[in-house]
Nanobody
Framework: QVQLVESGGGLVQAGGSLRLSCAAS????????MGWFRQAPGKEREFVTA????????YYSESVKGRFTISRDNAKNTVYLQMNSLKPEDTAVYYC???????????????????WGQGTQVTVSS
């Protein structure tokens, strides 16, 4: 049974940092793309960042580029999202996702991901 378990969310002041973790289990993810999405109240779920487990290729949305960093630890089967210079508009529930995206498929569409975590709340106060 595949499980993605997020942790690390919380309340932080604007300009602060948080690191989210996504522990993956239940299958081999070496050919998968791991993504982070977020959903704010009243808004649609949006792509934040993704990493291809096979070669480490990284993708970022324009809204987080330069502030967020995605990384992976192969030994721990864990993906991290380091979030710096947080803004109130980053407030959302953050979801980890995994999908077997071929290299020619972009990582921004949520429909491409088969597995999802339960989400972790990130709140940035002004």
């Amino acid at each position: 049974q595949v499980q993605l378990v997020e942790s690390g969310g919380g309340l932080v002041q604007a300009g602060g940092s948080l690191r989210l973790s996504c522990a993956a289990s239940g299958r081999t993810f070496s050919s998968y793309t791991m993504g982070w999405f977020r959903q704010a109240p009243g808004k649609e779920r949006e792509f934040v960042t993704a990493i291809r487990w096979s070669d480490g290729s990284r993708y970022y949305s324009e809204s987080v580029k330069g502030r967020f960093t995605i990384s992976r630890d192969n030994a721990k089967n864990t993906v991290y999202l380091q979030m710096n210079s947080l803004k109130p508009e980053d407030t959302a529930v953050y979801y980890c996702a995994a999908g077997p995206l071929p290299y020619w498929v972009g990582p921004t569409g949520s429909a491409s991901y088969d597995y999802w975590g339960q989400g972790t709340q990130v709140t940035v106060s002004s």
